[in-house]
């Protein structure tokens, strides 16, 4: 009866039966310098075999933040953090890792009975992961000023470490060209691309001839000059089921991780009803060269060295 007096009373429009909350999203309100110091302390002190308490953690966790304060970085209104944050902050790790960061790998296979099992990849160089993503923003030429397009990145990852060892970025989407490319890339010691980029902090490390490579089923992958390439490489292929993304977790890992690069400029938003971005085309800022230097900068300073909070695992070198 409630729902029909509400359509009743709005001249008979549905619309004023869905719920105002169904595109509700809520924004954190903490000061990110709060976020990075509450995700630190419970990587460092909670997620060990010493198994300390979140009051524990809370405490030491607080006694950072007015160190915050006195140095000026943050308000005394901005370091309050209530238990219940910190509570939410720690479930956000998945119950398996949280479980094998604390208590150790047995039990935590004991308690969850994962169906993956053991990881067989146990030394570098022993499984490369290729994939292929359009990504999300369009750029522009150098030359002309005129909008490029969106372009596609195919990465090689390898899986033991999770770092990346090779990139290609084209225009043409997912091919057998730009997947050769990208495999070149990978085999191949990385110097070239390094000495004279003096915008990168670190080596570019991860070079060689890998013993497999696992792909999707795209026709690329399928096609007899891959598998000749392979077969002249002496390298295993393995072809992944459908719709198992799992089988490539690494490269999928990366894909994820594509999400948080801070390009503004030029960026292809998600369609959301009754937002209106500014179109790509338009507002597009960033020159093709520009773009590459980022997408070689987050592969070799910033990837390699961020920890998945979920999993608690930085890429390992």
Same mark, same amino acid.
């Given at each position: 009866?409630?729902?029909?007096?509400?359509?009743?009373?709005?001249?008979?429009?549905?619309?004023?039966?869905?719920?105002?909350?169904?595109?509700?999203?809520?924004?954190?309100?903490?000061?990110?310098?709060?976020?990075? *110091?509450?995700?630190?302390?419970?990587? &460092?002190?909670? !997620? %060990?075999?010493?198994?300390?308490? +979140?009051? @524990?953690?809370?405490?030491?966790?607080?006694?950072?933040?007015?160190?915050?304060?006195?140095?000026?970085?943050?308000?005394?209104?901005?370091?309050?953090?209530?238990?219940?944050?910190?509570?939410?902050?720690?479930?956000?790790?998945?119950?398996?890792?949280?479980?094998?960061?604390?208590?150790?790998?047995?039990?935590?296979?004991?308690?969850?009975?994962?169906?993956?099992?053991?990881?067989?990849?146990?030394?570098?160089?022993?499984?490369?992961?290729?994939?292929?993503?359009?990504?999300?923003?369009?750029?522009?030429?150098?030359?002309?000023?005129?909008?490029?397009?969106?372009?596609?990145?195919?990465?090689?990852?390898?899986?033991?470490?999770?770092?990346?060892?090779?990139?290609?970025?084209?225009?043409?989407?997912?091919?057998?060209?730009?997947?050769?490319?990208? *495999?070149?890339?990978?085999?191949?010691? &990385?110097?070239? !691309? %390094?000495?004279?980029?003096?915008? +990168?902090? @670190?080596?570019?490390?991860?070079?060689?001839?890998?013993?497999?490579?696992?792909?999707?089923?795209?026709?690329?992958?399928?096609?007899?000059?891959?598998?000749?390439?392979?077969?002249?490489?002496?390298?295993?292929?393995?072809?992944?089921?459908?719709?198992?993304?799992?089988?490539?977790?690494?490269?999928?890992?990366?894909?994820?991780?594509?999400?948080?690069?801070?390009?503004?400029?030029?960026?292809?938003?998600?369609?959301?009803?009754?937002?209106?971005?500014?179109?790509?085309?338009?507002?597009?800022?960033?020159?093709?060269?520009?773009?590459?230097?980022?997408?070689?900068?987050?592969?070799?300073?910033?990837?390699?060295?961020?920890?998945?909070?979920?999993?608690?695992?930085?890429?390992?070198?």
């Amino acid at each position: 009866m409630t729902w029909m007096r509400i359509f009743e009373l709005n001249g008979l429009n549905p619309a004023a039966l869905v719920s105002r909350y169904l595109y509700r999203t809520k924004a954190r309100l903490i000061h990110p310098l709060v976020e990075e *110091l509450t995700y630190r302390c419970l990587h &460092k002190h909670y !997620f %060990t075999r010493a198994r300390n308490s +979140l009051e @524990n953690v809370g405490s030491i966790i607080r006694n950072e933040l007015k160190n915050l304060v006195a140095q000026g970085q943050i308000s005394e209104k901005e370091s309050k953090i209530s238990a219940s944050t910190i509570n939410r902050r720690s479930k956000e790790v998945e119950p398996y890792f949280a479980a094998k960061a604390r208590y150790g790998d047995l039990y935590a296979r004991v308690k969850y009975r994962t169906p993956f099992g053991e990881n067989p990849i146990c030394r570098a160089l022993q499984r490369y992961e290729i994939d292929h993503t359009p990504l999300n923003w369009v750029v522009i030429c150098d030359r002309t000023g005129l909008p490029l397009g969106r372009p596609t990145l195919t990465i090689v990852v390898d899986r033991y470490s999770g770092y990346i060892v090779g990139l290609h970025i084209s225009f043409d989407g997912p091919g057998l060209s730009s997947t050769l490319k990208a *495999l070149k890339v990978a085999i191949q010691p &990385k110097d070239i !691309f %390094t000495d004279h980029a003096s915008y +990168l902090t @670190n080596p570019w490390l991860g070079c060689g001839i890998p013993e497999e490579i696992a792909v999707d089923n795209g026709l690329e992958f399928h096609s007899q000059q891959f598998r000749q390439v392979a077969w002249e490489l002496q390298t295993v292929l393995e072809y992944c089921r459908v719709r198992t993304p799992w089988s490539k977790a690494a490269v999928e890992r990366v894909f994820r991780d594509l999400d948080f690069l801070h390009i503004p400029s030029g960026r292809v938003h998600k369609p959301i009803q009754n937002v209106r971005y500014p179109d790509p085309k338009k507002d597009a800022g960033i020159p093709f060269s520009i773009f590459c230097e980022t997408i070689l900068k987050w592969a070799i300073d910033i990837h390699p060295f961020h920890i998945n909070k979920h999993k608690l695992l930085p890429c390992q070198k």
